[in-house]
């Protein structure tokens, strides 16, 4: 199993959904989905309507949005996003 290196922070305009640790992160982005590992590029993404699923504690999670940007920079995935 793959430790969990990378910070995941999922906020919206209300309140934060979710802040864990996570192995991979896979994102709704607008031209395409893509996928998140340990020592990614930084970047920074628009986001479409679908789910990012995510690798957490051994079990993989979703979380549905509508909207929304990315930014991944030093292992860290910052979401900001409609529900």
């Known amino acids: 199993m793959e430790s969990e290196v990378i910070t995941l922070d999922i906020i919206s305009p209300e309140k934060v959904i979710i802040s864990t640790k996570a192995s991979r992160v896979e994102l709704p982005g607008s031209f395409s989905r893509f996928v998140v590992l340990k ?10 309507k679908g789910e990012i699923v995510y690798d957490a504690g051994g079990e993989e999670k979703r979380q549905p949005v509508s909207s929304g940007f990315v930014k991944i920079e ?3 995935v910052m979401a900001c996003v409609e529900i």
């Open 74 to 76: 030093d292992n860290h």
């Open 39 to 48: 020592d990614h590029a930084p970047m920074i993404s628009s986001l479409a």
